[in-house]
């Protein structure tokens, strides 16, 4: 581990950085550093922050989201902006992604880690529907998208990879969160489950029994759980190579274009797709 030479470390273990100065003020900062920090981890932990703020960061921000001392943050937000991993704003003194994140992103997507083995049953479920078909992992209490593919519908919805849900709210999250061994499944159920919409159901009683008929036919839905507008439905991978989280797909469509029933006629093509896609990452 690199020492920092702003920081003191008290007799508690917590590094105390005295001095933070960011637009002409001072002020006391103290963090509690993780064990087995290290530059790598300081690194990283910076970029998580980035992504989680869009607009971007100064560095005191990003420091205390970091749990960094200002001096290390500043030293290893440096570095990044050199690697082309994060840029600065001058004008407005703070810290974003850089570009070089996407590059990560799309080897990420082309690797077997990142299911490049569900994008041909993706895109042949796409066309056979003309729904837009999106594919998901279980990331504590959310969902996370890993892929996306277009349908063919002239009025189109938009799910950008990367993108965090509620589980409780997703049809992904809900196919995910009905296949998982019941001891998982209650510490999501016990968690928060916050209204996305006026409909999203947060009764975990409710969850439960849903949760229950999940399991009984095979794949899960949502009506404006998660946004006005819009409805899916969704099932997880039957089975997936132990070194990749369960994923799920969903299809997706807008209450305007697809009623309910029609979105649910699709459930046989839905259930094949996800078959094909476990068939292909069987190690």
Not at 159 to 182: D, F, I, V
Not at 196 to 220: C, F, K, N, Y
Request: hydrophobic fraction near 40%.
């Amino acid at each position: 581990m690199i020492a920092d030479a702003a920081a003191e470390r008290g007799a508690d273990g917590r590094r105390t950085d005295p001095q933070r100065r960011e637009h002409g003020t001072t002020e006391a900062y103290t963090v509690t550093t993780p064990s087995g920090d290290d530059m790598l981890g300081r690194g990283l932990r910076l970029l998580t922050v980035l992504a989680e703020h869009p607009a971007g960061l100064g560095v005191s921000a990003a420091a205390r989201a970091a749990q960094l001392p200002v001096s290390s943050a500043h030293r290893i937000l440096g570095r990044l902006v050199e690697e082309r991993f994060a840029t600065y704003d001058e004008d407005a003194r703070r810290y974003a992604l850089g570009w070089r994140v996407l590059e990560l992103s799309r080897g990420f997507q082309r690797s077997p880690a990142g299911y490049s083995a569900a994008a041909a049953p993706m895109r042949r479920l796409a066309a056979r529907t003309g729904l837009p078909v999106i594919a998901g992992i279980l990331h504590g209490a959310d969902v996370l998208l890993v892929l996306s593919v277009q349908g063919t519908q002239h009025l189109q919805l938009r799910s950008a990879e990367g993108t965090r849900n509620p589980w409780h709210a997703t049809s992904l999250g809900k196919a995910l969160a009905a296949a998982l061994p019941e001891e998982e499944r209650e510490q999501l159920l016990s968690g928060p489950l916050p209204a996305v919409t006026p409909r999203t159901i947060t009764d975990p009683g409710r969850l439960r029994a849903e949760l229950a008929l999940v399991r009984q036919r095979g794949w899960s839905e949502v009506d404006e759980e998660n946004e006005i507008g819009v409805r899916s439905i969704a099932a997880a991978l039957p089975r997936a190579p132990e070194s990749t989280p369960p994923l799920a797909v969903s299809l997706a469509a807008t209450v305007i274009l697809t009623e309910a029933d029609q979105l649910r006629a699709h459930a046989p093509a839905l259930r094949q797709c996800v078959e094909d896609i476990a068939a292909h990452m069987a190690p």
